[in-house]
């Protein structure tokens, strides 16, 4: 039986078919060859204060802390988290209408306002490209029990705060930034690749959750079967617990959108995540 979380699931014409060429992918990489380079050299720590406080924001605080002491980090796998990646589906139209330097100022009051959200929910960022933001759940067994509820809740705090973010602060006009949003749940290696190093996630999770982004829609959250399922059990779960606690539901929806063919990957059931 279908689920009912004020999420209730709404059946939408499985008919819709996506095919787009494949996403810049983040996965593809090997770490023990992209860690070897950074591995292998001797290392005598890290001194400088500056040094030291990017590398706490950059990685997570034992990577951060092996890395100030000169320490190897070898690569660590990741059972379970769920990844929330956003673009920018109007940046094409804004980058033509106005100057790149008004396009960076654009995608900085963006990123300002996901960093923010990002540390308020507590969610690891991960560094990708000025415009693309991706943040990532229950790294490190952080949040076992309700990682995937999380992500939704940042995807959709994401949604709004984008929906008020003006393209061009001086020209009104031009109206607000719109976002699609991807999300997955499932195993990725994480690696420190690089002579300046750089915290990588490698895996087919991160290669999944950039398509459900990517074959979205504006304005609009995706997600996989996979993080269906687990926000499922974290709904269930929720149910039993509200007995004695009476926490109620996430108030959001959840839809069957279908099965969305993805070149590369076959048809792929998913669903849209809404407020």
Known sequence: AEIDISLRMLDVPNNYTHEAEAPPSLANQNPSLQNKEFNDRESTGVEDPHEKHLLDKRFPQHVAQALKEGRRVLPETHDKVTIVYSNISNLREASMAMSPTKVSD??????????????????????????????????????????????????????????NILIDEKDKSKGFVNIRLGLHTGPVVTAVVGRDPKYSFIGDTVNTVTWMERTGKANAIQCSEECYQALRSEFLASDSAAETTGKQRPPFQIKKRGFVDVKGKGEMLTYWIEP
Request: glycine share 0%; proline share 2%.
């Open 106 to 163: 654009m995608l900085d009051r963006v990123n300002r306002s996901f960093e923010a959200l990002c540390q308020r929910l507590k969610l690891f960022k991960v560094e990708t490209s000025s415009h693309a933001y991706m943040a990532v759940t229950n790294l490190n067994n952080s949040n076992p029990s309700q990682h995937s509820t999380l992500a939704v809740r940042f995807a959709i705090e994401a949604l709004r705060e984008a929906s």
